[in-house]
């Protein structure tokens, strides 16, 4: 079988260089020597040992997007761009029918769902591509489902750092949100504590000082009303490197459900791990 071609947006983004080195060191996959990128950046290119990979602009893109269409297809795209980009990028590859998967949060993600279902597109939409957090997440749906108000009465806190430059609430401590609703707890994603501080992220939270600016540490506590139990669930990821499989993971699963014809669909990493 030939390698699943593979476009990267959101070169130079830390998260863009660590799918691409990976891409780049598997065999199943050849990594596109183009990327979407923000207005802001300026560079041409980006050097991803050993690809030179050029950046495109905004308003170029139209224009390039030809050009890279006569040149190679199909090609599945992935997006680790910025939440305010997240519901215009997905628009633009649903015009060009690209099915994609998207690793971004943020954004409005009920039109970005609904302008996959209505077009000829398919992608996998997930807050988080780690495998592992995504399980969890699993079980937290499960007990939700099937234990409702199991913890009626309790008070809830969340608490998540992510290195300054992440712009959002995470999606991963939004989307538990509504688990935790479900087993009873009066909570609003309004109420998560979010921490962007690199110096109260080491001083406070114990962060180590290489992964400050790759990071991702939730904690989830629930306390009895008289204070005489307390449930904390933890999981904290250092770097960027789990959420490489989880991507390349998505990248294979939506090759085979668009070469067997799926359009307009949405997939989530829970259909990614069942292989559905």
Not at 204 to 229: K, S
Request: glycine share 8%.
């Amino acid at each position: 079988m030939s390698p699943i071609n593979v476009m990267i947006n959101g070169l130079p983004g830390n998260v863009s260089r660590v799918i691409a080195r990976h891409i780049q060191n598997d065999n199943r996959f050849n990594l596109l020597p183009w990327s979407l990128t923000g207005p802001e950046i300026e560079e041409p290119v980006c050097n991803v040992e050993p690809a030179v990979v050029q950046l495109i602009n905004p308003k170029d893109r139209e224009s390039i997007l030809k050009t890279i269409l006569t040149e190679v297809k199909p090609f599945i795209t992935v997006d680790y761009t910025h939440p305010s980009a997240v519901n215009d990028n997905a628009a633009f590859y649903c015009r060009h029918q690209l099915p994609f998967v998207m690793g971004t949060t943020g954004g409005d993600r009920s039109a970005l769902e609904n302008t996959v279902e209505k077009s000829q597109s398919a992608a996998v939409i997930a807050p988080n591509m780690a495998k592992q957090i995504v399980g969890f997440q699993a079980m937290m749906a499960w007990a939700a489902n099937t234990f409702p108000d199991l913890f009626k009465g309790y008070s809830l806190s969340i608490r998540e750092s992510h290195q300054q430059g992440k712009a959002d609430t995470s999606g991963t401590a939004r989307a538990m949100v509504g688990y935790f609703n479900n087993l009873g707890l009066v909570f609003s994603a309004d109420d998560i504590q979010m921490e962007r501080d690199p110096e109260i992220q080491a001083k406070t939270w114990g962060i180590p000082e290489r992964y400050l600016d790759g990071h991702g540490w939730h904690t989830y506590t629930l306390d009895a009303e008289d204070q005489t139990v307390k449930f904390e669930f933890t999981h904290n990821i250092s770097g960027r490197e789990i959420y490489a499989q989880g991507t390349m993971d998505a990248i294979v699963y939506l090759d085979e459900k668009v070469r067997t014809g799926s359009r307009g669909r949405v997939f989530s990493m829970i259909d990614v791990l069942k292989g559905v």
